[in-house]
């Protein structure tokens, strides 16, 4: 699904990224964490095609993401989940959902399958600032998968939910069709990661200082808990 090889990226003399490499097979959930500023964000926007790499090579789902026209081809088949600040506040539901439909060509059918899913049919006359926390990021969640992509990337998905709220939204993320989806989640919540992710890549300093499932990790620094993992990966001056 993604491979990414010896990627580097600069801002003048600070390097946020340092010859990155890794691997995701399709069907993953994979977190990526580490400390502010390891390099989490411009990797994350690197592969949703929102910046360039200043050298390395990243194929995704097949495209080599150098070329325009893979580009244009990976843009139509990922979905991202926006912050909340980035929907519209006073449109209604269903006024966005056909909004974000026709951009991607979407069918009627399609749209009726998702509001099931995400059981929004109660508040498809609901402006989107009128709804809590948790129906703002499953109405998110819900334009994420709405052209049915295959790969999908969440920033902080669950940020600011209380933890029902949060059981909700990764009980749609993991749950029916979506199981079988690629997703990658930017996340300071070790719970999650340790909870829901397949496989977890810490950054630090711009480089990957571990990549593994959570449970081989914590069984690695012989910790119960990833949270204890990730602070002596981070904190413990490994590299």
């Known amino acids: 699904m993604i491979r990414v090889e010896n ?10 990224l340092d010859h990155i490499s890794f691997e995701i097979p399709a069907g993953e959930t994979v977190a990526i964490v580490g400390p502010n500023g390891a390099g989490k964000t411009t990797l994350l926007e690197i592969l949703m095609t929102l910046r360039k790499a200043d050298s390395g090579t990243i194929h995704i789902m097949g495209e080599r993401l150098d070329e325009q026209r893979s580009v244009d081809k ?7 989940m926006l912050q909340e600040g980035g929907m519209y506040q006073f449109i209604k539901l269903k006024e966005a959902l056909e909004l974000f439909a026709a951009f991607y060509s979407v069918d009627k059918e399609k749209i009726e399958r998702l509001i099931a899913f995400f059981e929004l049919q109660p508040y498809l006359n609901t402006k989107f600032h009128k709804l809590s926390g948790g129906w703002k990021q499953r109405f998110l969640l819900a334009i994420a998968f709405l052209h049915d992509p295959a790969l999908i990337f969440l920033d902080e998905p669950t940020t600011g939910l209380d933890p029902k709220a949060t059981q909700l939204v990764w009980k749609k993320l993991r749950g029916g069709e979506q199981k079988r989806k690629t997703i990658l989640v930017s996340t300071h919540s070790m719970e999650e990661v340790e909870k829901y992710c397949d496989r977890v890549i810490v950054l630090k300093n711009g480089r990957i200082i571990e990549n593994g499932a959570p449970a081989d990790i914590k069984k690695k620094l012989d910790v119960d808990f990833f949270s204890d993992a990730y602070f002596c990966l981070t904190e413990g001056g490994n590299e």
């Open 74 to 80: 990976i843009r139509s088949k990922i979905g991202v």
């Open 7 to 16: 990627i580097t990226k600069s801002y003048g003399k600070n390097t946020v």
